[in-house]
Structures are given as structure tokens and as C-alpha cells.
């Protein structure tokens, strides 16, 4: 079992930029896959970013040059660095982690067993 504990959405203006936290409970080197995932009000839910221990960070086409997502191992935690960010980015972010050997699809929902409460993001034109 993994608790996940997101924090630092707010508001911004477009362009702004906002960091996202998630502490995890535990945290396995080699086993532990965590990433960040949205949902729109009205739309499906949607991965953001990846961290896969053996490979570099994944990102949705949508987070790509704006986007930075990062862990502390020791800390357990997993970060976000939202830049130039665009109305179309409000959503709740949500963390989600897995514990296995191997993760077919980083950004596919589906692949996670545990997910946090959400942080609402909001940005304004």
C-alpha cells in the first residue's frame, strides 16, 4: 500500500508557472513508478509526465518544453515544475505510483494502483 499526498496547486495567470509536490509513503529504487496525471472538468483523465527508473522522464506531447518532472528518492517525493502554463492546463493534477518490476505504459491510468487525493490547478487568460 502506497499514500500519496499531492501539493502546491493554486492559481496563476497564463504563462505563469506553479510546482506541484507528491510524497509517497514508501518508495522502492527499481520498483516504484510514479507519475502525474490531469483531469479537465468534462474530460477523460490524462497522463502529464513519467519516471521510470531505468529511462529517461516521459512526457504527454501537451507537457513537453513546459513541463519538468523530477524525484528525490530519499524524500520519497515527486515533483512538478509547471511553466508557461496555458488555460488548457487547468485541471486537478493527480500523483499515481506502482510498485512492479516493469511499466508498459507510463502515461496509461490503468498502470497505477495508487493514486493521491488531486491538487486543482487553475490558470487564467
Known amino acids: 500500500q502506497v499514500q500519496l499526498v499531492e501539493s502546491g496547486g493554486g492559481s496563476v495567470q497564463a504563462g505563469g508557472s506553479l510546482n506541484l509536490s507528491c510524497v509517497a509513503s514508501?518508495?522502492?529504487?527499481?520498483?516504484?513508478?510514479m507519475a502525474w496525471f490531469r483531469q479537465a472538468p468534462g474530460k477523460e483523465r490524462e497522463g502529464v509526465a513519467a519516471?521510470?527508473?531505468?529511462?529517461?522522464?516521459i512526457y504527454a506531447d501537451s507537457a513537453k518544453g513546459r513541463f519538468t518532472i523530477s524525484r528525490d528518492i530519499a524524500k520519497k517525493t515527486l515533483f512538478l515544475q509547471m511553466a508557461n502554463l496555458k488555460p488548457e492546463d487547468t485541471a486537478v493534477y493527480y500523483c499515481?505510483?506502482?510498485?512492479?518490476?516493469?511499466?508498459?505504459?507510463?502515461?496509461?491510468?490503468?498502470?497505477?494502483?495508487?493514486w493521491g487525493q488531486g491538487t486543482q490547478v487553475t490558470v487564467s487568460s
Open positions: 499515481a505510483a506502482e510498485n512492479k518490476w516493469a511499466i508498459t505504459k507510463p502515461l496509461s491510468g490503468g498502470e497505477y494502483s495508487y
Open positions: 514508501t518508495y522502492t529504487p527499481g520498483r516504484t513508478y
Open positions: 519516471i521510470v527508473s531505468s529511462v529517461a522522464p
